[in-house]
């Protein structure tokens, strides 16, 4: 029997290759085939994902939610020290000084990124602004969030914190943030599949363990993270229900 | 557990009142004109169980209401209830929660110093295994247009 793997579309590309480092690793662990499947956008990982193509995936909060609630996924573990949030940006030049600045009819660039673009709409509902009186554009990366905002087509752009935090010195130094989210609650996780589920607590043992010998430490390092942290099913449906207190 | 506020809690000049709460009785209430604005991109996070009684707080919480956290937990959330809040409004959260739905309104909460500050509010119902174990409310900042038809709207619900 062989499985497949996937991965939320919103990875650096610069991770592409530690995936699939990542993927092979999971393969010895377990002593299985595992096909690392990647879509280019959150769309057609979704069709996937509702056709029960997908056995294993790092998901994002939005697809998470679905994932167990739909699908009967499973977490397994996020990883140390990264937390999903969003941030609010202009170019350096703007003369946006604060959120309450930006008013009806205001250009924003950003990308796909579901969770990403609920959590920035949030920041951007104290200044009474939603979907309804903002003129959104949508972009295939936040580096062109970036490049839209120098080239003056948007006003604002809204980012996830770490993809902005990973942009080019260049690029973030002709940007301004006017708001970063501290929500501290909202992660990335990797989950199993119905199919994988009887050998979950064995996939969560050996993935916690990873950043204990050199070979996982490696793997980990391609990946850019530092380890895994068991998610357990209440914390979970916890962060469930309080993305659901975001959606609208 | 709630006790009434007491003076040397208070900053600031304040008025009194005695609101009468929900299995908890009588609770002598001082307030002031000083408002704590809301930190900005955070969320206030707190669970209850299935009566209201507060079972999780975030640091946010913590910090706004002015309570420590061992105050806070096993308190009745109505610790934070507001004199300017009209009482309608409750009725309708419970109403909307306990049909296992969810509920999302404006608030004006207390803080243990006696000053307020507002809040959009949603509150769901948290279902595990089919059946609904408690309550989650997770408050952001609210716009400002809506506070200010609050303000006008609130006082005539009384
Ligand atoms: C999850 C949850 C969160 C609540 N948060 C608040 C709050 O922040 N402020 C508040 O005044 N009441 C809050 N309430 C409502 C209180 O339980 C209570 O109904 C209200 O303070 C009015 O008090 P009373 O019911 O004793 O009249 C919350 C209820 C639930 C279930």
Not at chain 1, 131 to 153: F, G, H
Not at chain 2, 36 to 58: A, Q, R
Request: charged share 25%; proline share 4%.
């Amino acid at each position: 029997m062989s499985y497949m793997f996937t991965v939320s579309p919103d990875f650096s590309p610069d991770r592409l290759s530690g995936w699939y480092i990542f993927n092979t690793w999971m393969q010895r662990q377990l002593g299985v085939d595992i096909h690392l499947e990647l879509y280019d956008d959150f769309c057609a990982q979704r069709v996937a994902t509702y056709s029960d193509k997908i056995d294993l995936i790092y998901a994002n909060p939005f697809d998470a939610a679905m994932l167990v609630r739909e699908k009967g996924f499973l977490p397994l573990v996020k990883p140390k020290d990264q937390l999903d949030e969003a941030l609010i940006a202009v170019s350096e030049s703007s003369p946006i000084a604060k959120i309450e600045d930006l008013k009806a009819n205001v250009k924003i660039g950003m990308t796909e990124d579901p969770n990403v673009n609920m959590i920035g709409m949030m920041l951007l509902e104290s200044a009474n602004l939603n979907n309804s009186n903002i003129e959104k554009t949508v972009y295939d990366s936040y580096v062109l969030v970036a490049k839209s905002l120098l080239r003056e087509s948007n006003e604002a752009g809204i980012f996830l914190a770490g993809a902005f935090d990973d942009l080019s010195n260049m690029v973030k130094k002709q940007l301004r943030v006017l708001l970063r989210s501290e929500i501290e609650e909202i992660h990335h996780s990797l989950m199993v599949g119905p199919k994988l589920a009887d050998r979950r607590d064995e996939i969560k043992a050996f993935l916690t363990g990873m950043n204990q010998n050199e070979k996982g430490q490696g793997v980990l390092d391609s990946l850019g993270f530092k380890g895994w942290d068991e998610v357990d099913d209440e914390e979970m449906e916890f962060m469930i229900d309080l993305m659901d207190t975001l959606a609208t | 557990m709630i006790n009434d506020m007491k003076a040397e809690d208070i900053v600031g000049e304040y008025k009194e009142v005695t609101l009468q709460l929900y299995k908890v009785g009588p609770r002598k209430i001082l307030y002031t004109e000083i408002e704590t604005p809301f930190p900005e991109g955070k969320l206030i996070v707190s669970t209850t169980d299935k009566d209201g009684n507060i079972t999780h707080v975030n640091h946010a919480f913590i910090e706004m209401s002015g309570y420590t956290e061992a105050e806070l937990i096993g308190a009745p959330h109505s610790i934070l209830r507001h004199p300017d809040m009209p009482p309608a409004a409750f009725n309708d959260l419970w109403d909307t929660v306990q049909k296992g739905e969810k509920w999302q309104g404006i608030v004006k909460n207390l803080r243990k110093d006696g000053g307020y500050y507002w809040v959009k509010a949603t509150v769901i119902p948290n279902i595990r295994n089919g059946q609904v174990v408690g309550y989650t409310s997770v408050r952001r900042k609210p716009s400002s247009i809506v506070v200010d038809e609050c303000i006008k709207l609130y006082p005539t619900l009384f």
